[in-house]
């Protein structure tokens, strides 16, 4: 099973779990503009809006975890 980690590309964490979207649009954090996916890393966009190492840490954890419950 894959993981998520903060330097997976957001890109490939859209691609990979779909539904990490809402969540992050929940916590402030655009995964889409226009359209069109935001380039960098979960870690780059977390920061840019502000958030430390412990709340990047809990956004991977939490994202780990809907990962998980998607792979039935």
Known sequence: MKKINKEILIEDLVNLLP????YLMEKG????RCGEPIWG???EAA???G????QIDAFVEDL???LSKSDK
């Open 29 to 32: 954090i655009r995964c889409l």
């Open 51 to 54: 958030f430390d190492e412990n």
């Open 41 to 43: 890393t979960l870690e």
């Open 19 to 22: 539904e990490s979207v809402t």
């Open 64 to 66: 780990n975890e809907m």
């Open 47 to 49: 920061v840019e809006k």
